[in-house]
């Protein structure tokens, strides 16, 4: 079972990086750092499966298109809003039940 407090990266950390992860747009210490916690934790690992679902979903529906800037860093940080909210989330829905 997993344990979120046995993680050397704390998962909201993991979970603020995720877009920076799927875009390629971390270094490589980063990328490895995230890929070894979500290899080790459950919870974080669907939830990055659910954002790189939603990802592809608006890369087939947009194709091209590239958001205006101001509209993408107001999605960053509304983004980073509602992954700092997450921990609370995911720890209450783990264990499944």
């Known amino acids: 079972m997993d344990s979120a407090a046995s993680h050397q ?5 993991v979970l603020a990086d995720v877009y920076l992860y799927l875009d390629l747009e971390c270094g490589d210490e980063r990328r490895a750092q995230i890929r ?6 459950t ?3 669907r939830e990055y ?7 592809e979903l608006v890369g087939r529906c ?3 298109e590239r958001a205006p800037d101001g509209l993408r860093e107001r ?12 921990p609370e989330r995911l720890r209450d829905a783990w264990p499944p039940r």
């Not at 990266?9 to 950390?13: A, E, L």
């Not at 499966?49 to 990802?55: D, H, L, M, Y």
């Not at 999605?75 to 997450?86: D, G, K, M, N, S």
Request: proline share 6%.
């Open 9 to 13: 990266t704390p998962c909201r950390d």
């Open 43 to 45: 919870p974080c690992l």
């Open 49 to 55: 499966g659910i954002e790189r679902e939603v990802k």
């Open 36 to 41: 070894r916690h979500l290899d080790e934790c």
């Open 62 to 64: 947009c194709g091209d």
């Open 75 to 86: 999605l960053r940080q509304r983004l980073a809003e509602l992954v700092a909210e997450q």
